[in-house]
């Protein structure tokens, strides 16, 4: 087994509200920053993860996001391994 270094970036899906989005939107303003248009904000796992393979890594990284990491009805997810493209699912 190898160790391969994942990262999953999750994110609400556009067109979904997003209050923590907003409230960071909202902040920014009130701080003087009035050229952000749009705050989206999410969450970043990096998880390392022993594998047979890169794909049996990425394989196991997308059942992660499926079973807990991820809600699949509001937010979307990328999951990435290290020197690899990023891969969207969700």
Do not use: W
Not at 21 to 35: I, N, R
Not at 55 to 80: F, G
Request: net charge negative; proline share 6%; aromatic share 4%.
């Amino acid at each position: 087994m190898k160790e391969y270094q994942v990262q999953i970036r999750i994110t609400p899906r556009p067109g979904l509200l997003d209050p923590e989005g907003q409230a960071v939107l909202h902040a920014l303003h009130s701080l003087d920053f009035g050229e952000v248009g749009e705050v989206r904000a999410g969450r970043l796992f990096r998880l390392r993860v022993r594998a047979a393979s890169a794909e049996a890594a990425r394989d196991r990284a997308e059942a992660m996001c499926r079973k807990l990491l991820a809600n699949p009805v509001t937010e979307d997810y990328v999951i990435a391994l290290e020197g690899e493209p990023a891969e969207g699912g969700g």
